[in-house]
């Protein structure tokens, strides 16, 4: 009998494990879940959401962006390309050429947030400075540990992707398709 418990006590214990591990919840499920965070003047080095990079301001304010090698390749699948320079990424709306998303790349340091968060800055730091009504996203397999704010008023998202307590990159975008917020 006492062989039958462990096993079965072995048996209980993996599944509570194996179904703690295997959340269903994506980032989107838990970004709506969060207060919303004002981040209607957030950007990265200046570059905000709906900007456009055929504006010549643009070129002129931020430089040369070019096009992402993997455009062609998932043209297909998505409605945007990505743009990039040593330092930044943005996913640009393949029509109007509307910035979408801006990212910092993991060999720059010196891009910031709107209030000075950047790589290097501690997830301590970045709930000092942003407040506490954060979310938080986990895929453990492939080693993805995201601490973000929402903006429901002006559909924002500013994620910073960490690693041991420390930001490693940081994201801003749209946070939802406009659509699928207002049907919700």
């Not at 919840?25 to 919303?36: A, P």
């Not at 002129?60 to 743009?83: K, L």
Request: charged share 25%; proline share 1%.
């Amino acid at each position: 009998m006492g062989f039958k418990w462990i096993y079965i006590m072995c048996i209980f214990t993996f599944m509570q494990l194996l179904l703690t591990g295997c959340s269903s919840e994506t980032m989107e499920d838990v970004m709506r879940e969060v207060k919303s965070t004002n981040l209607s003047n957030e950007n990265i080095d200046d570059i905000r959401m709906g900007m456009s990079i055929i504006d010549a301001s643009f070129a002129n304010s931020y430089g040369d962006f070019e096009q992402h090698p993997a455009n062609e390749h998932y043209a297909s699948q998505r409605n945007y390309d990505q743009y990039w320079n040593k330092d930044i990424i943005m996913s640009v709306d393949r029509e109007t050429k509307e910035i979408l998303q801006v990212g910092i790349l993991e060999t720059n340091n010196r891009s910031s947030s709107e209030l000075g968060i950047k790589r290097g800055s501690s997830i301590e730091e970045v709930i000092a400075t942003y407040g506490e009504n954060y979310f938080t996203y986990e895929d453990r397999e492939q080693t993805i540990y995201i601490i973000g704010y929402v903006d429901t008023q002006n559909n924002l998202e500013l994620s910073f992707r960490h690693f041991n307590g420390e930001v490693k990159g940081i994201n801003f975008g749209y946070a939802f398709d406009k659509m699928s917020w207002d049907t919700k």
